[in-house]
């Protein structure tokens, strides 16, 4: 039990356009979800934690208008990249946490964005 | 503010025994986890301790002492597969998790 996807694996796209990453609970309702960011060799970076029907919480530094969130459902958060530019190019990983008992999060594989 | 230390590096031989350790200072404490990281992969979790002690499971090991600050990972038998990151992260007052840089484990034959 207790798995998460995440759509696409891995996204190609020029610079200046959009792109959106889909993070799905799918056996079980993940009242928050957490968005990450993880450069070669560093560790994960907390970009912003999404609670089902509200607007997400960004850590410092992260542009929200730039890494827009939305929770919609207890199974489904996105995170859309918009005019990406190069320095976004980067491992995002989601991963959610709707088990009570030891609050673990379960990690999405991860999509790879490269941005030409 | 909070912080995770934990090797950058370790190298051990298969079929031998390696801990790696993690110190914290944090907000308050919720937990802490432990991760395992192939290249190019999510995290996997790998254990869980709240309270002092031991937890084993299976080849791993992981021992918490919060008086100290501190934790380890014991890994047992080590096979080739077990090259990987492994990342410390501590469960704040807010229950947000703090991560360490992680340490790559290089097994050697």
């Known amino acids: 039990g207790a798995v998460v996807s995440q759509h696409p694996s891995w996204v190609i796209c020029k610079s200046g356009t959009s792109v959106k990453i889909e993070c799905r609970s799918l056996?079980?309702?993940?009242?928050?979800m957490f968005w990450y960011r993880q450069f070669p060799k560093q560790s994960l970076m907390l970009m912003a934690t999404?609670?089902?029907?509200?607007?997400?919480?960004?850590e410092q530094g992260v542009e929200k208008d730039k890494f827009l969130i939305n929770h919609a459902s207890l199974t489904l958060s996105t995170l859309t990249v918009t005019s990406a530019h190069p320095e976004d190019s980067s491992f995002y990983i989601c991963?959610?946490?709707?088990?009570?008992?030891?609050?673990?999060?379960?990690f999405g594989p991860g999509t790879r964005l490269t941005v030409t | 503010g909070q912080n995770i230390d934990q090797p950058t590096e370790m190298t051990a031989t298969e079929g031998a025994i390696v801990q790696i350790n993690c110190t914290y200072q944090?907000?308050?404490?919720?937990?802490l986890f432990w991760y395992q990281q192939h290249a190019g992969e999510a995290p996997t979790f790998l254990s869980y301790?709240?309270l002092d002690g031991l937890e084993e499971k299976g080849r791993s090991s992981s021992f918490l002492s919060r008086s100290k600050g501190y934790s380890y990972l014991l890994l047992k038998e080590l096979q080739m597969k077990d090259s990987a990151s492994y990342l410390c992260a501590v469960m704040d007052s807010n229950y947000q998790l703090i991560w360490g840089a992680g340490t790559k484990l290089i097994i050697k034959p």
């Open positions: 301790n709240v």
């Open positions: 944090t907000s308050g404490f919720n937990g």
């Open positions: 056996d079980f309702q993940a009242t928050t």
């Open positions: 999404s609670n089902e029907g509200s607007k997400a919480t960004y």
């Open positions: 991963s959610a946490h709707g088990l009570a008992e030891t609050y673990e999060q379960y």
